[in-house]
Each structure stands twice: as structure tokens, then as C-alpha cells.
């Protein structure tokens, strides 16, 4: 696999939750941790921006992809509203997490709790090219049910 090199900052020097990590060694994401000061009730359909506590740099031509837990999703309805959030490598502020209770319960976040990934990925820029006329495809223009299925 290849490897590009992130540099992090603990905007919290008292924090003692872990930095992210891959959680396996094929994992896709790295672990992302709340840093908070207090715990956070979220009563069901209730959103809030959650801190992570650190900042990175990433190098350009690289962008880092803020994606939800599946475990939190399927045991709690824990997600995020903008999934994936995009950090783009210009971007020096803290790592927020909009999380969002789509649970019959209150959930509560505490210091420490993972709650989201954290997937790094290449960019590419498009080049845009206004034309008067798209090539033609099967589908066409075809879009949401289509096909019926």
C-alpha cells in the first residue's frame, strides 16, 4: 500500500486521547476520537459539531475524507450529516465532526469516544470544457429509478 506522510497537531495539549490510527492493517480509515470537555447528550434527530482536537497538514494534491462509524450507524443511528466532509490540504483548523442522532434514543458522546474515520486520498482537478453538446450513452439522461429496480 502506498503512504504519504500527514503531519498532526494536538490542539489540546492536556488531551490524552489517542491520535487516529488504522484499527487493522488493510483498514481504509483511521479512527477519529472526541475531544471534549463535558459529555454530549443527543436526544434523537439533535445534531452538534464535535471536536476532535487536532489539526493536520496535509500535502497538496492529497485530501482527507471525514466519513461516519458503521457501528455507531447500526447500534445507535449515530452518522453525519455532510458525509464525507472533505478537509482539503489548504486547511489548518481543528477536525470537526457534524454528527447527527437518527436513533429512537439519546446518545451520549464522551471524551475519548471514536466517532468518526478519517480516509486519506489523492485529488484530481478537473478541467472543465463547456461544449454546446454531450456525447451519447445508453442511459442518457437517466437518472434517479431508471432503470425500475
Known amino acids: 500500500m502506498p503512504h504519504v506522510t500527514l503531519h498532526i497537531k494536538r490542539l489540546r495539549v492536556e488531551s490524552t486521547n489517542p491520535l487516529p490510527a488504522y484499527m487493522t492493517p488493510h483498514a481504509a480509515g483511521m479512527d477519529l476520537y472526541a475531544d471534549i470537555a463535558a459529555e454530549l447528550l443527543l436526544a434523537p434527530g439533535e445534531r452538534a459539531l464535535v471536536g476532535t482536537g487536532i489539526a493536520i497538514a496535509l500535502p497538496e494534491g492529497y485530501e482527507a475524507q471525514v ?3 458503521s457501528g455507531l450507524a447500526l447500534k445507535h443511528g449515530i452518522t453525519m450529516l455532510n458525509s464525507p466532509g472533505t478537509i482539503d490540504a489548504d486547511y489548518r483548523g481543528e477536525i ?4 447527527v442522532n437518527h436513533g429512537s434514543e439519546p446518545f451520549t458522546i464522551r471524551n475519548g469516544e471514536r466517532i468518526a474515520q478519517l480516509v486519506v486520498a489523492p485529488v484530481v482537478r478537473a ?11 445508453d442511459r442518457g439522461a437517466g437518472g ?3 432503470t425500475g429496480r
Not at 127 to 137: C, G, H, N, P, R
Open 67 to 69: 466519513r461516519p462509524r
Open 127 to 137: 478541467q472543465l470544457i463547456q461544449v454546446d453538446e454531450l456525447s451519447e450513452t
Open 144 to 146: 434517479f429509478g431508471h
Open 96 to 99: 470537526g465532526v457534524i454528527v
